[in-house]
């Protein structure tokens, strides 16, 4: 039977964690210390797995259904829930860095290393 909004709000801590399920794999799961947590449920590969979709209140019965629903389609893509998307690594080339290093340190320096800076950054 699929949760209400009610339902969430009043499911109480009990002795035991416990977990109240909504359906298509979505769940709450009650901590004995009183936090509720949305977890999706499902099988990949023949095994069964667990995605945390967040926590009860920040996450409402709405946006839980509706990231439940996200990581449906990604299963049913192939795609695992769990794996962060890659991000691209930010390419920085080694004369940002050098000028990044250079307008941190030359502050630093004193008056005859400040030459020597200077042409180190003409070798460069």
């Given amino acids: 039977m699929a949760l209400t909004d009610t339902a969430v709000r009043q499911a109480k801590p009990k002795d035991r964690a416990y977990t109240v399920a909504d359906g298509d794999g979505l769940a709450l799961f009650v901590h004995p210390r009183g936090g509720k947590y949305w977890y999706f449920r499902y099988r990949a590969s023949g095994k069964a797995h667990r995605v945390s979709l ?66 180190a950054r003409r070798y460069l």
Avoid: H
């Avoid at 009860?56 to 509706?66: I, M, N, T």
């Avoid at 340190?105 to 200077?118: H, I, M, N, Y």
């Fill in 54 to 119: 967040g926590t009860y209140p920040e996450v409402s019965l709405k946006d839980a259904r509706l990231r439940r629903e996200e990581a449906r389609r990604k299963v049913a893509a192939g795609i695992d829930p769990r794996a962060q998307p890659e991000q691209s690594p930010r390419l920085v080339s080694f004369r940002q860095v050098a000028n990044d290093w250079d307008a941190f340190r030359t502050p630093r320096l004193t008056q005859g290393r400040k030459g020597s800076a200077a042409q």
